[in-house]
């Protein structure tokens, strides 16, 4: 499975951006992580392979949604009220498993990354 992440760029601060991740084929429980530079890669959202359960980060808690369609084999994130901590590449990130996993170790296909700049 290959996964095409998209949707990053540059906004102000209290802007919006939606990220997609678009899967080669279908694909299970999926997850959004970023990484900003010198840091490590963090988790940011995950989504069951049905969309019943999701996860997300306390520090994007409120701001970010995760939502899936499968029929598209497509998982988007809208990033609400962006802040210039936001700023990072976001990768998406896929798992053979219907569950959702807020462990980066846990999943098995990665996209290339998206950047996502915030300006204050």
């Known amino acids: 499975v290959q996964l095409q992440a998209s949707g990053g760029g540059l906004v102000q601060a209290g802007g919006s951006l939606r990220l997609s991740c678009a899967a080669s084929?279908?694909?299970?429980?999926t997850g959004w992580f970023r990484q900003a530079p010198g840091n490590e890669r963090e988790f940011v959202a995950a989504?069951?392979?049905?969309?019943?359960?999701?996860y997300y980060a306390d520090s994007v808690k409120g701001r970010f949604t995760i939502s899936r369609d499968n029929a598209k084999n497509t998982v988007y994130l809208q990033m609400n009220s962006l802040k210039p901590e936001d700023t990072a590449v976001y990768y998406c990130?896929?798992?053979?498993?219907?569950?959702?996993?807020?462990?980066?170790?846990?999943?098995?296909?990665w996209g290339q990354g998206t950047q996502v700049t915030v300006s204050s």
């Open positions: 989504i069951s392979w049905r969309g019943g359960t999701t």
């Open positions: 084929g279908s694909i299970y429980a």
């Open positions: 990130a896929a798992r053979k498993s219907l569950v959702a996993s807020t462990d980066r170790g846990e999943y098995d296909y």
